[in-house]
């Protein structure tokens, strides 16, 4: 979730990785998975808002997509942060 996340994953929030809580998609209480596809990494912020305010997450293309409540955006048009830029010179070469 890190690598695919790079922190808070709610568009335009810079929040790092290690100031983030998981989010599971589907509540693990309802079945919903602790795997990558059900996880979201949010900044505390955005993940009481995710709880509070009727935002949803979706994956699409394995990321995750923000979705706002009717209330805010009548078209519920989905958001999400860009895929994050691997560095491939910071990565060593085995």
């Not at 922190?7 to 795997?35: F, I, M, N, S």
């Not at 996880?39 to 994956?59: N, P, Y």
Request: overall charge negative.
């Amino acid at each position: 979730m890190t690598a695919r996340d790079g922190g808070c994953a709610h568009p335009g929030c810079d929040q790092p990785p290690h100031h983030c809580e998981v989010h599971h998609l589907t509540p693990w209480a309802h079945g919903g998975k602790t795997d990558i596809d059900n996880l979201a990494m949010f900044c505390w912020q955005h993940h009481r808002m995710v709880h509070e305010s009727g935002w949803t997450i979706d994956m699409v293309n394995g990321y995750p997509s923000i979705i706002p409540p009717k209330w805010l955006d009548p078209t519920q048009t989905p958001r999400r942060k860009p895929p994050p830029i691997l560095d491939l010179a910071t990565i060593p070469l085995q």
